[in-house]
């Protein structure tokens, strides 16, 4: 997936990760990807205190070029209807259980930005190379709904 | 418009069902309806068929698959554009075909005022208590309530002039941030905020942030 190129070569390039949370889409591009629905991403970092997730309320908007096509689920009503009113309830129905201090930062694509989570990299992934860092990163940690 | 399809904050729709190796599509005519939209885009109006979507039954909306809202809100503009009728696309289909309900009588639109942010990031802001019964981005659940912007996306198009009338301009957009107690009172989460893009037109200013 695309989207997991980009999060392992921000993981292991601090320059491009600086490039990436400023302008997404050019970052993005810098690997060569993006087109429809990808004209405008904003990437969202996590971090030990923060969490960020992606939903769209309104229909099914969603970062194409890095994720591809979204899964039924994140076009679902459940999912749109409660991801903005109950996200750790959510999160933790759907097997994220976040501790009480972190704090849940939402994102409700109604616009033209498309956005797409930076996942903290996980420990002990000092030794791995970018292609097995990517092979860490899945399209729902990209979402947001789980952690890599 | 209230329509279906503005789902944020709703209650009682159950739990999220993720089905496991899921397909891009299910069956070949979803493959054939996204192809007819997205491989047809440009000279479309995304804002129209959007609303033409947000039109469906509510009660056709949430009971069919995803693919059948982009089939309804297609055939919908092509019947209300002259293309095909009614008639010519139940032959077709072998049988009734139900389509989005017309648009009701709409005020014109107010065009887009200027594409220079009048609010900076930063500004408190609160988001207008309108209803339109045209197409619009503005989710219900934040309407009247206060937020503060955080970025600044650059001037586009207004959807909610752009899928009724055929009037130039562009509006800024902001990247808008709520904290959850402001959107659902005091059972909400201390440690959650939503953030919500908004045109220039849905936001004024005010003095008081958000007190929560």
Redesign the interface.
């Known amino acids: 997936m695309n989207g997991a190129r980009v999060v392992a070569r921000a993981w292991v390039d601090p320059a491009y990760r600086a490039r990436l949370l400023a302008d997404g889409t050019a970052a993005i591009a810098e690997l060569g990807f993006g087109g ?1 629905e990808g004209e ?1 991403i ?1 990437v969202v970092e996590n971090g030990p205190a923060v969490h960020n997730v992606v939903v769209c ?4 908007c969603y970062p194409w070029p890095v994720l ?2 979204p ?3 994140y ?8 991801m ?5 309830v ?1 999160l933790r ?2 097997g994220l259980d976040l501790p ?14 498309r956005y797409m989570v930076l996942p903290e990299r996980p420990a002990g992934t000092e030794s791995l190379d970018e292609a097995a860092l990517a092979a860490l990163v899945s399209r729902d940690a990209m979402i947001g709904t789980v952690r890599p | 418009m209230n329509g279906i399809h503005d789902l944020g904050g709703m209650d009682g729709l159950g739990p999220v069902e993720v089905e496991a190796d899921e397909p891009v599509f299910h069956a070949p005519w979803e493959r054939m309806v996204f192809g007819s939209v997205v491989g047809r885009q440009s000279g479309r109006n995304v804002h129209a068929f959007r609303h033409a979507i947000e039109r469906m039954d509510p009660a056709h909306y949430l009971t069919s698959p995803y693919y059948e809202h982009w089939l309804t809100g297609l055939a919908t503009l092509m019947i209300e554009r002259g293309v095909i009728t009614a008639e010519e696309l139940e032959a077709r289909a072998g049988g009734r075909f139900p389509l989005s309900r017309p648009i009701p009588p709409l005020p014109p639109p107010t065009p887009p005022a200027s594409a220079a942010p009048r609010f900076a990031i930063g500004s408190a802001v609160r988001v207008v208590n309108e209803h339109p019964l045209g197409h619009t981005r503005c989710p219900r659940y934040v309407r009247g309530k206060r937020g503060v912007v955080v970025r600044h996306d650059g001037a586009f198009a207004v959807p909610d002039v752009a899928a009724h009338a055929d009037l130039t301009g562009e509006e800024p957009v902001y990247g808008v941030r709520f904290a959850a107690r402001e959107l659902w009172g005091d059972a909400a989460g201390v440690r959650e905020t939503v953030h919500v893009d908004l045109w220039e037109r849905w936001l004024e200013p005010t003095r008081t942030t958000s007190a929560r």
Do not use: F
């Not at chain 1, 309320?57 to 099914?60: D, I, N, V």
């Open positions: 429809p405008h904003v309320t309104l229909c099914s591809g096509l899964p039924t689920w076009k679902s009503a459940p999912y749109r209807a409660r903005v009113r109950e996200p750790r959510l129905e759907m009480e201090d972190v704090e849940i930062r939402v994102w409700d694509s109604s616009a033209e930005s």
